[in-house]
């Protein structure tokens, strides 16, 4: 079936990606549509990806964070949509901190609502590889390796929110959000990386809330919905957690280019309902 192919692909390429980067991390010497520096490891790791799904059946599209459009691959005419983001935290490769690979299996070609993703998934390259997969309802976790993957069991948010962790600087936040904020961290325990995928891992092992919000400067935020935001509120969503853009689930977006933002918010149903209450809707 083709939604075990396109994940058998990715974690095929997940080994190999993570063995490439210690010699990929110069930056090149080109930008990416959304305006941000690329690094050779994030053109070499779309390249890469983007040659592995141009013959896998059922699969009529490849889009990615670094491609301006969307590439056509293989030969069927209504196929899905691969949405990749094929290094996300990349300015963690230097400092060798986590990164990750982000990936959605929409059913329309892009850009498409929410609701068009089929399942959704990423790999964590952390102290292990590890690939979290989203589909029919469940989550399971895989441990890859270069000789194949083990799983790990299902995936599931624990039902009290302990970590949180919300990007952008904080004089850019609006007062709304910052009030937000000072609320949760009466509670919960501050645990940023600076790489969505670590930060939602750990948000699906110990509980609690990661978002990076609009700012003043730039009200929809840094995320970007088809290949980060939208993949990762349905793996959350159906871990039995929550997202929002601010008003309502992620899922639930339409937008209308291919490289547009939004505020992302994904974590415990009475984190996001708190969030929800507490901006301008
Ligand atoms: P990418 O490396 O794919 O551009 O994504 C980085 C994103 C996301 O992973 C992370 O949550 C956020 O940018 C971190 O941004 P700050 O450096 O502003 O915290
Ligand atoms: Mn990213
Ligand atoms: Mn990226």
Not at 218 to 229: N, T
Request: hydrophobic share 35%; charged share 30%.
């Amino acid at each position: 079936m083709t939604v075990d192919r396109i994940f058998d692909v990715v974690a095929d390429a997940a080994p190999e990606i993570r063995a490439g980067l210690p010699e990929r991390r110069a930056k090149a010497e080109t930008e990416n549509v959304s305006g941000e520096t690329q690094l050779e490891a994030d053109l070499w790791a779309d390249d890469l990806l983007c040659e592995r799904f141009e013959d896998v059946a059922g699969v009529t599209w490849y889009a990615s964070e670094e491609r301006d459009e969307v590439e056509r691959v293989g030969d069927d005419e209504d196929g899905y949509t691969v949405a990749l983001d094929p290094l996300d935290g990349s300015s963690n490769v230097k400092s060798n901190n986590p990164c990750g690979t982000v990936v959605g299996v929409y059913d329309e070609p892009l850009p498409a609502p929410g609701d068009s993703l089929v399942a959704a998934g990423f790999v964590l390259y952390g102290p292990t590889t590890t690939m979290v997969v989203a589909r029919d309802g469940e989550v399971r976790e895989y441990l890859v390796e270069a000789d194949g993957r083990t799983d790990l069991g299902p995936v599931e948010l624990p039902d009290d929110p302990v970590v949180y962790g919300f990007g952008g600087r904080v004089p850019e936040w609006t007062d709304e959000f910052e009030a937000f904020v000072r609320d949760v961290e009466e509670d919960l325990k501050l645990r940023y990386g600076g790489a969505m995928i670590a930060d939602v891992n750990q948000v699906l092992v110990y509980g609690g809330a990661f978002g990076y919000p609009g700012l003043q400067s730039r009200p929809g935020g840094k995320l970007r919905v088809h290949f980060e935001s939208v993949p990762m509120a349905y793996v959350v969503e159906t871990a039995g957690g929550a997202s929002s853009d601010g008003s309502k689930s992620l899922l639930e977006c339409d937008p209308d280019s291919l490289h547009e933002r939004t505020p992302t918010f994904v974590g415990n149903e009475s984190v996001i309902e708190a969030l929800e209450d507490a901006l301008p809707n």
